[in-house]
Protein backbone atom coordinates (compact mmCIF):
# COMPACT_ATOMS: atom_id res chain seq x y z
CA UNK A 1 0.00 0.00 0.00
CA UNK A 2 1.27 3.37 -0.83
CA UNK A 3 -0.27 6.99 -0.17
CA UNK A 4 0.91 10.20 -1.68
CA UNK A 5 -0.02 12.92 1.27
CA UNK A 6 0.12 16.92 0.07
CA UNK A 7 -0.06 20.21 2.49
CA UNK A 8 0.96 23.38 1.70
CA UNK A 9 -2.04 24.73 0.10
CA UNK A 10 -4.17 27.31 1.04
CA UNK A 11 -5.90 30.87 0.17
CA UNK A 12 -2.99 33.52 -1.04
CA UNK A 13 -3.26 36.88 -2.70
CA UNK A 14 -2.19 37.86 -6.53
CA UNK A 15 1.28 38.12 -6.30
CA UNK A 16 1.82 36.07 -3.63
CA UNK A 17 3.59 32.40 -3.18
CA UNK A 18 2.74 29.18 -1.73
CA UNK A 19 5.05 26.20 -1.42
CA UNK A 20 3.74 22.78 -1.75
CA UNK A 21 5.17 19.46 -0.44
CA UNK A 22 3.92 15.54 -1.32
CA UNK A 23 5.70 13.17 0.44
CA UNK A 24 5.18 9.07 -0.73
CA UNK A 25 4.95 6.30 2.10
CA UNK A 26 4.52 2.90 1.91
CA UNK A 27 6.27 -0.13 0.49
CA UNK A 28 8.20 1.90 -2.32
CA UNK A 29 11.16 0.15 -4.51
CA UNK A 30 11.86 3.39 -6.40
CA UNK A 31 10.41 6.54 -7.74
CA UNK A 32 11.56 7.29 -10.75
CA UNK A 33 9.19 10.73 -11.60
CA UNK A 34 6.95 13.01 -9.38
CA UNK A 35 5.15 15.73 -10.26
CA UNK A 36 2.18 18.31 -10.00
CA UNK A 37 -0.73 18.35 -12.03
CA UNK A 38 -3.89 20.56 -11.28
CA UNK A 39 -7.61 20.82 -12.37
CA UNK A 40 -9.68 24.00 -11.95
CA UNK A 41 -13.27 24.33 -11.79
CA UNK A 42 -15.00 23.36 -15.17
CA UNK A 43 -11.42 22.25 -16.86
CA UNK A 44 -9.49 19.10 -17.25
CA UNK A 45 -6.69 17.98 -15.21
CA UNK A 46 -3.57 19.24 -16.59
CA UNK A 47 0.19 18.53 -15.39
CA UNK A 48 2.09 21.79 -14.05
CA UNK A 49 5.76 20.69 -13.27
CA UNK A 50 7.06 17.37 -12.90
CA UNK A 51 10.78 16.05 -12.20
CA UNK A 52 12.80 12.71 -12.99
CA UNK A 53 14.78 12.08 -10.03
CA UNK A 54 18.28 12.00 -10.99
CA UNK A 55 16.80 13.91 -14.29
CA UNK A 56 15.53 17.01 -15.48
CA UNK A 57 12.58 19.20 -14.56
CA UNK A 58 9.49 20.25 -17.28
CA UNK A 59 6.78 22.70 -16.76
CA UNK A 60 3.67 24.17 -18.25
CA UNK A 61 3.93 26.90 -20.52
CA UNK A 62 2.07 29.00 -18.33
CA UNK A 63 4.42 28.29 -15.13
CA UNK A 64 7.66 28.78 -16.30
CA UNK A 65 9.34 31.37 -15.15
CA UNK A 66 7.05 31.70 -12.04
CA UNK A 67 7.06 27.79 -10.68
CA UNK A 68 9.85 25.54 -9.32
CA UNK A 69 10.13 21.52 -8.64
CA UNK A 70 12.40 20.26 -6.69
CA UNK A 71 12.69 16.61 -5.25
CA UNK A 72 14.36 14.88 -2.25
CA UNK A 73 14.86 10.80 -3.13
CA UNK A 74 16.07 10.41 0.48
CA UNK A 75 12.73 11.61 1.89
CA UNK A 76 10.51 10.65 -0.97
CA UNK A 77 9.43 13.85 -1.11
CA UNK A 78 8.42 16.31 -4.09
CA UNK A 79 8.19 20.40 -3.53
CA UNK A 80 6.47 23.19 -5.85
CA UNK A 81 7.47 26.17 -5.02
CA UNK A 82 4.83 28.89 -6.62
CA UNK A 83 5.82 32.60 -7.10
CA UNK A 84 3.81 35.68 -8.45
CA UNK A 85 0.97 33.62 -8.45
CA UNK A 86 -2.35 34.48 -10.29
CA UNK A 87 -6.11 34.22 -10.28
CA UNK A 88 -6.19 31.92 -13.01
CA UNK A 89 -3.24 29.45 -11.10
CA UNK A 90 -6.52 28.42 -8.54
CA UNK A 91 -7.11 24.83 -8.76
CA UNK A 92 -7.18 21.86 -7.00
CA UNK A 93 -2.93 20.48 -6.89
CA UNK A 94 -2.72 16.82 -7.10
CA UNK A 95 0.59 15.24 -6.59
CA UNK A 96 1.63 12.07 -8.92
CA UNK A 97 4.38 10.08 -8.51
CA UNK A 98 5.60 7.11 -10.47
CA UNK A 99 6.61 4.06 -8.52
CA UNK A 100 7.53 0.49 -8.35
CA UNK A 101 6.47 -1.19 -5.16
CA UNK A 102 7.69 -4.05 -3.50
CA UNK A 103 4.31 -6.00 -4.62
CA UNK A 104 5.05 -4.83 -8.49
CA UNK A 105 7.69 -5.94 -10.99
CA UNK A 106 7.22 -2.21 -13.19
CA UNK A 107 6.03 1.24 -12.28
CA UNK A 108 3.29 2.98 -11.84
CA UNK A 109 1.25 5.84 -11.23
CA UNK A 110 -0.30 6.64 -8.22
CA UNK A 111 -2.12 10.09 -6.98
CA UNK A 112 -2.77 12.11 -3.80
CA UNK A 113 -6.12 13.16 -2.67
CA UNK A 114 -5.58 17.13 -3.91
CA UNK A 115 -4.88 20.38 -2.00
CA UNK A 116 -6.71 23.71 -2.94
CA UNK A 117 -4.80 26.93 -3.87
CA UNK A 118 -6.76 30.50 -4.36
CA UNK A 119 -5.35 33.01 -5.64
CA UNK A 120 -7.87 35.93 -5.21
CA UNK A 121 -7.41 38.98 -7.10
Known amino acids: QVQLVESGGGLVQAGGSLKLSCAASGSIVRINAMGWYRQAPGKQRELVAA???????NYADSVKGRFAISGDSAKNTVYLQMNSLKPEDTAVYYC???????????????WGKGTLVTVSS
Open 51 to 57: IAFGGDA
Open 96 to 110: NANMRLTSAYTGANY
